[in-house]
């Protein structure tokens, strides 16, 4: 079920940084507290191999989510302690050493569960009660949620595991967000920055089709 429209889930993860401080963030205060948009983005497991180069692109294009007054947090089930270790590979070797937001340790599952975005492969049922169990190894797919700062999810997508993101596609749809908060107009097929935005009514998608 899509969260677009809705408020991020109200719970607290336990999260690590590079200081290698344990603390919890709840997402959706985070964003109303600091009046700032978020772009959370799952990955599925630490020392993978697909996972680092997502986490340096994205600590690559820091500069410019905080330009947008926008929060980067990642978030796997790892633990916070496996988070610490992979902190503290060199990037030489695979790790992600230099990260500096912050990365959820949902090691419990209960947020991504809440999400839905969990690759259950070995769920089974418990036949005495009827209860659904989760085997440990489950991971998180590649989930990006961009939230603003109400706390409204207002993109989501989910990649299968062997594709990775373009950052810059977070990047176009937080410019292209904000426009539409401080213009009320709506943003057309390939927009971007300085480029022509239309009126939501039929004289302006007639004026930017035929200028376009």
């Not at 988070?83 to 937001?101: C, M, P, Q, R």
């Not at 599952?109 to 049922?125: A, K, P, Q, V």
């Amino acid at each position: 079920m899509t969260l677009v429209g809705k408020k991020f889930p109200d719970l607290k993860v336990n999260a690590m940084d590079e200081m290698g401080d344990t603390f919890q963030i709840n997402v959706l205060e985070k964003a109303q507290k600091e009046n700032k948009k978020i772009v959370l983005f799952w990955y599925p497991k630490d020392f993978t191999y697909v996972c680092p180069t997502e986490l340096h692109a994205f600590q690559e294009a820091l500069p410019e989510f905080e330009k947008r007054n926008t929060i980067v947090i990642g978030a796997s089930c790892d633990t916070a302690e496996v988070h610490f270790a992979w902190l503290n590979t060199s990037k030489d070797n695979g790790g992600i050493e230099g990260v500096s937001y912050p990365i959820l340790a949902d090691s419990n599952r209960n947020l991504s569960s809440r999400l839905g975005i969990l690759d259950i492969t070995n769920e089974r049922y418990d036949d005495e009660e009827g209860h659904l169990t989760v085997d440990g190894d489950n991971v998180s797919y590649r989930a990006t949620y961009l939230i603003d700062e109400e706390g409204t999810v207002f993109q989501e997508s989910i990649n299968h595991m062997p594709l990775g993101r373009n950052v810059n596609e977070f990047i176009r749809m937080i410019d292209a967000y904000t426009h539409v908060q401080k213009h009320g107009e709506v943003c057309p097929a390939n927009w971007e920055e300085g480029k022509d935005s239309m009126k939501a009514d039929r004289e302006g998608v007639a004026s930017y089709l035929s200028s376009n």
